[in-house]
């Protein structure tokens, strides 16, 4: 391994782990250290690059006030990253992330080139050299020294770090190879291309290429996005998982579950109580209870029920952890049913966003042309005015849709306990798989029906027990005493001391002779055992109904999304490309045109909506049938 990259290194050292490695569902492998500080920084780098490249375009159009040239200016900065690469291969380095810091220093200093010329031939514009060509030839002239000079110096400066070789040269060479290859082709190419691109566009028609006012404001926003961009590098990451990932995620973290688990365990651990027999009774005395001598005696002795009463102690604590883990069960599908309808929402949301992305690329378009044409009297006002708002409309749906994927995010987050912000892999809504299952199987399966009928033995192992409280209690006991003085025993006086203990075993038996109380219980514990019937054969009843229900959803929704995959989705498309070339050939007026693009964009908005209905009613019937995964 030594001598790469660590980027590559930990290429292969995935590659490996995945042949060689199956983890559980739930668990993965994350990289730290240095590629961890590599990965963060290309993540910056892949913000800050773009940024800057935006925030030179946009100070170039304010400082020349002419798209055309601001894209004549930027041509220096492909031309410079092709020598800040090729200098990178001459020298057999990777790419880094201090040659990325080095390619924004060298977009700057190239830019910088293409300002000098270009400024200098605008001066000599305004002086009243009228000839383009002439003008070229006067700028290079004038302004060849200083390009070379800006060029010259900043390479210079940098070619004792592309050098050197002490301590800190792998993080300085890259960047200085970048920015003095860059250089040399930059120069070289501005000298002759960015004049070239200038003779073109003048020499054709001024009117392409002259600058239309544009929205100030526009581009304040698109420099203040540049600059607030940089907010988000620091914002919480978001990570994404796939549905099977974030179930199993949820079952192992989710905090109500965990309480669901301890109440399992509670349970077992009850269970050893249900042999549970009184106290032991000691008893003492101690005087002249035999004679005018004082004796002592003790008595130990225990009480038991029945010993059907333990057998039906015991049946019952079985029966309340079989309970308890139906409950686990019923909290396990409740938890992974959340988690289905709020990642299928988030896939809704997201493929919600997209379409109403695309359809405010087309009412920004309309309403700039609207104004466009407003301006030049082609139309009325109204027109504007009405394309304007619509636009308006769709930016705030937008941000409505924002807003939800906000909280949906959070809801997911908080289903899974987890710091970091959850997003779902499928950013695309599409159809859930599922092929529907019988009635009695739906029965079986369902954890909560099956918690129900656990319930109703408990009550019927709870009434058996009351019943078997009636039975009699047994005791049985040992005692030892003195007894003091002179006894006659067979016919001859004897006499005893304290040493001498007399002992014996006891046994009783305690009969109940009222039963009405037990009777009254028992009653009470067979209504009880009526009622759990009663209530697991309605529950049984409305799963079925709400079963059938949602079968009927199934298939209403299933042809529904069918029917827009089939045929509305392809004539959606049709129409939207019919209706912008009619309404750009002039073959179709503007009330039309929204009537068209209104009817074929709602039709790919009611199909979102029949998908996103039919996958909700899927996930209803596997909570159902108490499917999880």
Do not use: C
């Amino acid at each position: 391994m030594r001598g790469r990259d660590v980027q590559s290194v930990i290429k292969d050292v995935s590659a490996r782990i995945e042949q060689r490695i199956k983890l559980p569902s739930g668990y993965f492998i994350a990289y730290g250290g240095q590629f961890k500080n590599l990965e963060a920084a290309k993540a910056r780098l892949a913000f800050a690059v773009p940024v800057a490249l935006l925030l030179i375009f946009v100070l170039l159009f304010f400082t020349f006030n002419s798209l055309m040239q601001t894209l004549l200016i930027f041509t220096a900065v492909p031309l410079s990253a092709i020598g800040g690469i090729f200098a990178l291969w001459l020298r057999d380095m990777n790419f880094s992330i201090s040659a990325g810091v080095g390619f924004i220093a060298l977009f700057g200093v190239a830019v910088l080139n293409g300002i000098v010329l270009l400024a200098e031939f605008n001066r000599l514009e305004k002086e009243g050299m009228a000839d383009a060509k002439e003008r070229v030839l006067t700028g290079l002239q004038s302004r060849l020294r200083p390009v070379i000079m800006t060029a010259a110096v900043a390479s210079l400066g940098f070619l004792p770090m592309a050098l050197s070789t002490s301590a800190g040269a792998e993080v300085q060479k890259p960047l200085a190879t970048v920015v003095i290859g860059g250089l040399v082709t930059a120069t070289i190419l501005t000298l002759i291309i960015l004049p070239v691109f200038y003779l073109l566009l003048s020499t054709r028609s001024k009117r392409l290429f002259k600058r239309r006012k544009m929205n100030k404001a526009l581009l304040t926003i698109l420099l203040l996005f540049a600059t607030a961009g940089w907010n988000v590098l620091s914002a919480q990451p978001v990570r994404r998982v796939n549905l099977h990932d974030a179930i199993q995620l949820a079952l192992d973290n989710n905090l109500s579950l965990r309480a669901s688990t301890y109440a399992v365990e509670a349970q077992k651990a009850l269970k050893g109580s249900s042999f549970d027999l009184p106290k032991i009774s000691v008893e003492g005395e101690y005087g002249q209870f035999n004679s005018n001598s004082s004796d002592n005696s003790y008595t130990i002795s225990q009480s038991f029920a029945f010993p059907e009463v333990y057998l039906r102690q015991n049946k019952l604590a079985s029966a309340g952890i079989k309970n308890s883990e139906w409950q686990l069960k019923t909290s396990q599908n409740e938890i992974a049913t959340e988690v289905k309808q709020t990642y299928w929402h988030l896939s809704y949301l997201f493929s919600k966003y997209k379409l109403w992305l695309y359809q405010d690329s087309l009412y920004s378009g309309f309403s700039r042309a609207a104004e466009l044409r407003a301006r030049e009297g082609e139309t009325n006002r109204l027109e504007m005015i009405t394309a304007r708002s619509q636009s308006m409309e769709i930016k705030n749906q937008l941000q409505q849709i924002k807003a939800d994927l906000g909280i949906f995010k959070r809801q997911l987050q908080s289903l899974l306990n987890l710091d970091e912000v959850i997003a779902p892999s499928d950013t695309l809504l599409k159809r859930i798989d599922y092929i529907p299952i019988s009635d009695s199987a739906v029965l079986r399966k369902n954890p909560s029906l099956s918690q129900i009928n656990q319930q109703m033995e408990i009550a019927k192992l709870e009434r058996r027990l009351e019943g078997s409280h009636a039975f009699p209690d047994f005791k049985i006991g040992y005692f030892s005493q003195t007894m003091q003085g002179t006894q006659e025993i067979n016919g001859a006086p004897r006499t005893f001391g304290a040493g001498v203990r007399f002992t014996g075993i006891q046994a009783g038996i305690e009969i109940p002779l009222w039963f009405n109380q037990y009777a009254s219980k028992v009653k009470a514990f067979r209504i009880k055992e009526q009622e759990a019937h009663a209530r697991a054969d309605y529950f049984s009843k409305s799963l079925q109904g709400k079963y059938q229900s949602l079968m009927d959803e199934f298939v209403k929704y299933g042809s529904s999304v069918t029917y827009y995959e089939t045929q509305a989705l392809p004539e959606a498309a049709l129409i939207i490309d019919q209706s912008i070339r009619s309404y750009k050939a002039g073959a179709l007026d503007y009330l039309d045109y929204v009537l068209s693009l209104g009817r074929a964009l709602s039709i790919r908005q009611n199909y979102l909506e029949a998908l996103n209905n039919y996958n909700q009613t899927v996930i209803n019937i596997e909570f159902i049938t108490g499917k999880i995964f």
